[in-house]
């Protein structure tokens, strides 16, 4: 008696829904192609067994405290009560220009960090990049120190894109030729930096290989 052999079992897909907040280089600012640094990295995001959407809500020029201020509320609209949601936080510059004080910046992503976990949410924190001005570099490393200290002390995960950056020639040479903005190389460098620094174990998806 013949015995039908199964065939292969269907690989089971997973959804999930990111929410992206941040500043202007969210959303691209800056790059010819319109894809910005996470829209590299969601095109590098493997999809076959993932189910993935996502949704950007970008503010140019957003401080921490406007950011804690407004973003449960775009964001909420956005999740998926029954599902798996996930929250991409980048981070800008703007509190030491606006002069906000490390202390406070520290306290206004713990607030949104500690709301994230109430909701079960995941987060990924992509720290604030350098910029050509040494005197605001130094203040600038200082933030994305303590952006560190606040996300890992949560046990999310977070991406210092500052130090990697602070003398790269790629990276200044871009912001030279483009008034200080990123363009496509810029993003492309955040975008690496993204990828190789805990994107696909965060998502639970293995790494593509080269």
């Known amino acids: 008696m013949h015995t039908p052999t199964e065939g292969p079992r269907p690989v089971e897909t997973r959804s999930l829904r990111l929410v992206a907040i941040g500043d202007e280089l969210l959303a691209g600012l800056g790059d010819p192609r319109g894809l910005g640094w996470f829209g590299r990295v969601l095109a590098k995001t493997p999809r076959e067994a993932l189910s993935l959407s996502s949704y950007v809500l970008a503010c140019p020029e957003e401080s921490t405290e406007e950011l804690a201020e407004r973003w449960h509320g775009e964001a909420a609209r956005r999740f998926d009560p029954d599902g798996d949601d996930r929250l991409v936080i980048a981070l800008s510059g703007q509190d030491e220009q606006q002069g906000i004080s490390t202390a406070r910046s520290r306290l206004n992503l713990a607030n949104i960090l500690d709301a994230a976990t109430q909701l079960s949410l995941n987060a990924f924190v992509v720290g604030p990049p350098p910029t050509l001005d040494p005197e605001r570099n130094r203040r600038l490393g200082q933030l994305s120190t303590a952006f560190g200290d606040v996300t890992t002390?949560?046990?999310?995960?977070?991406?210092?894109?500052?130090?990697?950056?602070?003398?790269h020639e790629q990276w200044r040479a871009d912001l030279a030729a483009h008034e200080g903005i990123p363009a496509q190389q810029g993003h492309g460098l955040l975008a690496w930096l993204v990828l190789h620094r805990g994107w696909y174990p965060w998502l639970g998806v293995s790494e593509p290989q080269p």
């Open 153 to 167: 002390r949560r046990n999310h995960f977070y991406v210092d894109t500052f130090t990697p950056l602070e003398n």
